[in-house]
């Protein structure tokens, strides 16, 4: 009963496609991590060290953060060209915010002179504590809440 | 990307219902009578099942990671040739659950896809989960089993309501921790040179170590405290990068489960059976050293299927207490070796690799925790009930998940799993997308 034959190629057989389908997969693995170009700034990525970003030239604008949304405080973002708030991943400025739209709002100069514009996001927008409609104006000093989030304009 | 993804899985489904077939094969070859070709409809059958499955997979979550449906298929197999083997009915039943499990696991997918509504709901979730971990000692419908109270009994329905609570309270840490992570962060100060979290924020760990510390006492179950702090831990170092926050913590569950262990009876005989199995061999120590005895007997290759013995030859008396559930390992060692058993193994660590994986790909706070919290989870249960037999630490009654005979962790498992498929599907999609503006500001 013990050394029937089957059972034993059962077993060994067994054993024998087990660890090759473990191969294989723990191969791609493998493959997975060599693929990964820029390796994370830490073991998960969550931490992203603050980026100042380097001032271009003409650039006399900036959205700065104050508190939340996942950002580090003091984070600057600058205003040439544009810049789109909200949850989604395509956004210029990504918030972490329970309460953000995934296009929430975006912050725009023109005729050099700097906007904040809703855009029809859930929640609203907050400009300095107002609830904004459409569009206005932004001056240096002015703050945009977002949900838990809140932004700052420091303009030269 | 799209297809390959899919194409993988459904490449990686034909050995698992080899392995399957092969199994059932083997323990129909050991009982004698019926090796005809019965072990090749039962392969068919759950090649059918585990394709139902690729192919709903492949409609709606085509992005998804490729070997996580796999792997725990595979754990499956190994449940259902070993409860087979044990007990033909048990093996009914629990294919039953399994195509259950499949089924919540598909609802899961469909009306789970905006998965981020969960946290909006986190504290009514995190009420449910702590309402299922205490529902075992309501009078009237809560049951005790060896002293512990894990399960509930209603009407014809049984459960253990502690393998649906930790996932609802994983999803509630992870919320709360997305939201939290920074304050958590920012005030922390340096005492002494170690890092120690901001006083007014301790606040939720102390309350998350008292309510493990709840549990060993009124739960009376170690492994169950044990593996909701230690996921607790996990996303905790995940969310602040502070391995300090960690150490604190683990310093107090120590002192707390000591202190538990040398005033609660249930908990205290538990430690002593695990110190001092040699006090009571053919009583409170019998399982977990026939535990230890079923494994060494295996060797390296094992006995093969269906030739451990699970009852003293001649008699009823049971040789491997709590085979289906608890000792399941123990009599995979036996049958299948310290081979098979590394192979078992490397199927959890294969497993919480792919959750990480998923976790770093993510692009939000919430699923990133969710992730990491679900994947610790999972793999620390597994450590639990296998560190449980091999007396690494005291042996208590959590499940082998995907393998024990149990439809509450069977099912269970399967809604963690869409949940982890639901996050990979998002995080995949994501990643091929260019990520636009963002990167030329340097920020990730």
């Keep these: 009963m013990a050394y029937d034959p089957i059972s034993v190629a059962l077993k060994f057989g067994f054993l024998a496609v087990l660890y090759l389908f473990l191969l ?108 904004l409609k459409g569009e206005a104006e932004l001056i240096d000093g002015d703050t945009v809440q977002i949900g838990d989030t809140e932004f700052r304009l420091e303009a030269s | 990307m799209r297809s390959s993804a899919r194409n993988r899985e459904l490449v ?131 049951q005790q089993v060896n002293g512990a109270y894990l399960g509930v009994k209603l009407g014809p329905l049984q459960f253990q309501p502690a393998e649906f609570s930790k996932i609802a309270i994983v999803i509630f840490l992870a919320s709360y921790l997305r939201e939290h992570r920074e304050v958590l962060i920012v005030g922390a100060r340096r005492v002494l ?28 179950d170690l492994g169950s405290s044990l593996m909701f702090f230690a996921a607790f831990l996990a996303l905790l170092y995940v969310a602040t990068g502070r391995f300090s926050f960690v150490v604190i913590g683990m310093a107090m569950f120590v002192v707390g489960a000591w202190f538990f262990a040398s005033t609660v009876p249930h908990v205290h005989d538990r430690v002593e059976i695990w110190l001092h199995p040699y006090n009571d061999p053919t009583g409170n120590g019998y399982q977990i050293l026939q535990s230890i005895f079923a494994q060494a007997d295996g060797g390296l290759f094992g006995k093969g299927f269906g030739q451990g013995l699970i009852t003293i030859p001649g008699t009823n008396a049971a040789l491997l207490p709590a085979a289906q559930t608890d000792t399941i390992y123990s009599l995979i060692v036996n049958e299948l070796g310290l081979f098979g058993a590394c192979g078992v193994i490397l199927i959890y660590l294969l497993i919480a690799a792919r959750g990480f994986k998923i976790a770093l790909i993510a692009g939000d706070g919430f699923s990133k925790l969710l992730a990491t919290g679900l994947t610790a989870v999972f793999s620390i249960q597994a450590f639990v009930i296998i560190g449980g037999v ?29 949940l982890l498929l639901l996050i990979s599907d998002r995080a995949r999609r994501e990643a091929v997308e260019p990520a636009g503006r963002e990167l030329a500001l340097g920020m990730t």
Excluded at chain 1, 35 to 46: E, L, M, N, V
Excluded at chain 2, 33 to 48: H, M, T
């Design chain 2, 12 to 142: 990686a489904l034909v050995p698992v219902a080899l392995l399957l077939t092969a199994g059932f094969a083997a323990v129909f070859a050991q009982e004698g009578s019926r090796l005809g070709n019965l072990s090749a409809i039962y392969g068919a059958y759950f090649f059918a099942v585990c394709l139902a499955t690729h192919i709903y997979l492949r409609i709606r979550l085509p992005n998804a990671d490729p070997y996580l449906f796999p792997l725990m298929a595979l754990l499956t197999a190994f449940g259902l040739v070993m409860v087979y083997r044990i007990d033909e009915s048990l093996a009914r039943d629990q294919a039953n659950w399994f195509v259950l499990g499949l089924v919540l696991f598909a609802l899961t997918i469909q009306f789970l896809r905006d998965y981020e509504v969960l946290e909006r709901f986190r504290y009514t979730i995190a009420a449910i989960g702590l309402l299922l971990l205490l529902a075992p000692r309501l009078p009237g419908i809560g």
């Design chain 2, 390 to 418: 091999t007396r690494v630490i005291p042996l208590t009654g959590v499940t082998l998940p995907f393998v024990s005979y149990g439809g509450s962790s069977i099912v269970a498992n399967f809604v963690l799993l869409a």
């Design chain 1, 24 to 131: 294989v997969i723990a191969r791609s693995a493998f493959k997975d991590l060599r693929r990964t170009t820029s390796p994370a700034p830490d073991a998960t990525g969550f931490h992203a060290a603050p980026a100042y970003a380097e001032a271009p030239r003409g650039v006399d604008a900036w959205l700065v953060v104050d508190r939340g949304g996942g950002l580090e405080p003091d984070q600057r973002f600058d205003l040439i060209g544009g810049l789109s708030i909200g949850r989604s991943k395509d956004s210029d400025v990504q918030i972490e915010d329970r309460y953000a739209s995934s296009l929430h709002a975006r912050v725009f100069e023109r005729g050099g002179r700097y906007f904040v514009e809703d855009m029809n996001s859930t929640n609203g927008t907050l400009l300095n504590g107002a609830t």
């Design chain 2, 193 to 220: 040179g170690v890092t120690l979290p901001p006083l007014k924020h301790f606040g939720p760990m102390l309350v998350v170590w008292g309510a493990s510390m709840f549990m060993l006492v009124f739960i009376r």
